[in-house]
C-alpha cells in the first residue's frame, strides 16, 4: 500500500479521541496517519461514505446503536473499508456482535500505542487481529459444546483442527510469529488461518450465535 | 381481643412531653418532629397495637393488653379503640428496625400471654352478659360481632403493604399464599353473613326488598360507568410502578459508582506521584466494575446484581479471582481467558491454586508487568496456560535446590492426577501448563474430532480472507 494509512477515529468520548490522536501522533510512527474524527453514529456515517480512510478506528458503545450500527450503514456499501473495533468492553456478545457485522479486528482501549499503531497497520494490510481474549471467545462460540444440531452449514461452521490450534496459541498470549515457530509454519500461513477464522465468525449463522449467547445468560 | 391503651379513640399523636429526646433513626417523625405512634412490623399478635402504643408510651405490653381487655369489657370500647387504632395507626415502614423498646419476635410465651388475656377478656364479657347487660351483649356477640370479626380477619391479612395498594387496586387483595385467600375468603364470609343476619333480624325484609334491589342495580351501575376509571388508574399505577424501579435502578448505579469508581479515583489524585500504586488502584477498579456489570451474576446480566464474598463456583471465576489477587498484590497485569468452564472440585481447586502459584512466580521473577492465563475445559481435562515473556530459566538447573516453585505446582497437580510441564527458555520466558482431568458433565461432551490434529493443510473450504 502507497503511503501511510489513513485513520479515522469514530467514537464519542472526545477527551477519548484526542488521546488516541495524541497518543498515535507521539509515536512519530509514518506508516499511519490520522485523518478525522468523528463523535457519533449520524456524523461517523455521513463523514465515511464522503472520504473514505484506509482504517476506521471503532468504539462499540456510543448511543444510536454503536459501532454495529455504523458497520450496519456502510460494510455492504463500502467492503473496502476496514473497521477495527476499539473498546473499554471486553464482555463476549460486545466483541462477538461487532465482528460478526464485519470488523476486521477487535482490540481494548488499554492497548499501547506502539500496539494500536501495529494493530492498524495490520488490519489494513487484509490481516486479522486478534486479542487472546478475543481468541478465547471465538473458541468458545465454535467450540462443539452444542452438538451438530444447531450447524446448518459445517463447512462453514466449524473450525479446522489447525485453526483452533492457531487460535489456542493465540489465546495463551503468542505473537505470530511465535505461532509460527512452534507450529513449524510460515507467519503467513498463520495470517491465513487467522482471517479465515475470522471470516467464519462473521458468517456462521446467527442461530448459533443466538444459542451460544443465550446458552451464556449473555442474553 | 386484646385491648387497647387510652380508653379515647384514635390518637395517632402521642403526648408532646420532652420525654423522647432523640428519636431513634427511622422513626416516623410529625411536620413538628414529634415521633409518630406507628406499629411494629414484627412482634405483634394481632395487629401490633398494642405493642406499639406499649413501645410509644415506654410501659409494659402485657399493661397495655390488659387495658384493652378491661376496656373491652365496658361496653366494647376496647375492641373499638383497638380497631381504630388498627385502622389509624400506620405501620413503620421497612428498614425503620430501631424501635426504642419492643420490636423483637413474638415469642411463645408473649403469644400464650396475648391469647390468656383475650381468653380473660371474652370470658369476662360472657359473666357480664349473664348478669344483666344483655342488650349489650346480644349485639356485640351477635351478628355484627361476627362481622367485626370477619372484618378484622380481612384487616390482619391485608396488612402491611398489602393494604397500601389493595386501596388503589383490586388485585392487591389476592395475596401470593392459600392460606391467605382462604382467610380472606372467611373474613368476607363472616362480614357479609353477620351483616345479612343483622339485617335481616332488624329490618322487615320484603319491605326494604325493592329498595334493595334499587342499591344494588345503582351500584351496578356506578360499576359500569367506572370502568374506563379503574382502567387508567391500573394502567397509571403500572406506568409509575416501572418509573419507579427505573428511578431506583439509577439510584443503584449511582450508589455503586460512588462507592468504588469515584472513591478510587480520588485516592488516585492522591497517589498521582506513584505510578505503581495509580496502575495498581485502576486495575484493581476496572476488574471489579468489570465482574459488576458483565460477571455472571453481574449487573448486566438477567440474575441481578452480584453477592461479593461468596467462593467462586466455577474455574473460570475462581481463575479470575486469583488473576485479581495477583494482579493487586504484585501490580502486574494479569489477562485471563477462559474457554469453557467446569464446576469447582478438589481437582479444579487444586489446578486453581497451582495456577495461582504459577502467576505468582511469573510477577515474582519474570521481570515483566505482563502475565497471560489461558484456560480451557475440553474432552475431560482442564487445562491452564501460565506464560509471561520475561527472562526465562534453565529449567534442568534450577530442578536441583530450587524446588519449591516445581514442588508446590507439580505436587499439587500429581496428587490429583495431573501433570505440570514447565518450558522455559532463558531471555524468551516461561510457560507453565497444567492439566487436571475433570468429571464430565460440566457442559461438554466428548464426542469430538480432537482439538490438534497434525495437519498442518488448510481444509478446501477454507479460503483467503474476504
Known sequence: ?219 | MPGVGPGSGPAPHPPTSGRRAVPPPGTLLTPDGIPRLTRPRSGSILGGVAAGLAGHLRVPVLWVRLTFVLLAVMAGSGVLAYAMLWIFVPQRPDGAGGDPGAPRPAGPRERQQAFGIAAVGVAALLVAAALNITSIVGWVLGPLGLAALGAAFIWREADSARRARWRRTAAGIVGPSRGSVWRLAGGATLVVGGLSVFAVGQLDFTAVRSALIAVLLTLVGVAVITVPWWIRLVRDLGTERRARVREAERAEIAAHLHDSVLQTLALIQRQSGDGREVLRLARGQERELRTWLYGPTGYATASGSTAPGDAPAMLSAALALAAGEVEDTYAVAVAPVVVGDAPMGPAVGALVAAAREAMVNAAKHSGVGEISVYAEVEHGTADVFVRDRGRGFDVDAVAADRRGLVESIRGRMDRHGGRATVRSTPGEGTEIELTVPVASGDGGPPPAPPASADADTLQPSEGLPS
Open chain 1, 1 to 219: 500500500m502507497a503511503g501511510p494509512v489513513r485513520v479515522f477515529l469514530v467514537d464519542d468520548h472526545a477527551m477519548f479521541r484526542t488521546g488516541v490522536r495524541t497518543e498515535l501522533a507521539e509515536l512519530a510512527d509514518d506508516r499511519l496517519v490520522v485523518v478525522g474524527e468523528a463523535g457519533s453514529v449520524g456524523e461517523a456515517v455521513a463523514r465515511l461514505a464522503v472520504d473514505p480512510p484506509d482504517v476506521v478506528l471503532l468504539d462499540v458503545h456510543m448511543p444510536d446503536g454503536g459501532g454495529r450500527a455504523v458497520l450496519e450503514h456502510l460494510h455492504e456499501r463500502l467492503p473496502a473499508l476496514v473497521f477495527l473495533a476499539l473498546s473499554v468492553s471486553d464482555a463476549a456478545e460486545d466483541v462477538i456482535a461487532v465482528i460478526r457485522a464485519g470488523a476486521r479486528g477487535y482490540v481494548t482501549k488499554t492497548i499501547s500505542g506502539r500496539e494500536l499503531a501495529d494493530a492498524i497497520v495490520r488490519v489494513a494490510g487484509g490481516d486479522a487481529v486478534f486479542s487472546p481474549r478475543l481468541a478465547g471467545f471465538v473458541l468458545d462460540a465454535f467450540s462443539d459444546r452444542h452438538g451438530p444440531a444447531a450447524v446448518a452449514d459445517p463447512e462453514l461452521d466449524l473450525l479446522s483442527p489447525r485453526e483452533r490450534e492457531v487460535l489456542k496459541l493465540l489465546a495463551r498470549g503468542y505473537a505470530y510469529k511465535e505461532i509460527a515457530a512452534q507450529l513449524f509454519i510460515s507467519v503467513k500461513t498463520v495470517e491465513t488461518h487467522v482471517s479465515s477464522v475470522l471470516r467464519k465468525t462473521q458468517m456462521s449463522n446467527r442461530y448459533e450465535l443466538s444459542r451460544w449467547a443465550t446458552d451464556r445468560r449473555l442474553v
